[in-house]
């Protein structure tokens, strides 16, 4: 009796499950983008925090939690969702810029450096890349912004070591 129950339980778990758990976390992700856009940073993350447990590669969450840390000024965090983007996906462009633009807010400009070299690298120092949809297997960095915050780290370092 107690495994025909048990049994019942399973099903009607799995029939729940089935009809009304979410098939994946774009609603999840989109509400937090929402949020953050409100400058509701706290909240989008707890949001995505959910998005990530259903798609735990998912480097857009990753991507736009990281940001959110960027913003609240929580650059330890934020580096460890850009640092996550780089395990999933070790070329991805934004996780290098995130952490290049992490070290550039804390005037790490050598460091910065580096990862906005690396971008240029990576991208051939290119063409303008379009923004990514949704659902787009990868995420770039633009390109522009990269070598505008590239010349500003540059001329940092040139008023930190001036030329002999």
Known sequence: MKKIIFGILILAAIIY???????DNTELYNNACDLA????????NKL???AIE????DLECYNNRGW????????????????????IEPNNTIGFYGIGM????????????????KITKLKGGGPIFPGKQRNDKS???????VLFYRNIVLEELKEIKPNR
């Open 102 to 117: 992490i070290n550039y807010k804390q005037k790490n400009y050598t460091i910065a450096l580096k990862h906005f070299d």
């Open 17 to 23: 499950f089935s009809k009304f758990a979410p098939k």
């Open 54 to 57: 259903y798609n735990p590669n």
């Open 68 to 87: 959110n840390f960027y913003d609240l000024k929580d650059y330890r965090n934020a580096k460890l969702n850009f640092d996550k983007i780089l395990e």
């Open 139 to 145: 995420l770039d960095a633009d390109i522009e912004q």
């Open 48 to 50: 995505l925090d959910i």
């Open 37 to 44: 856009d409100s400058g509701k940073y706290v909240e989008a």
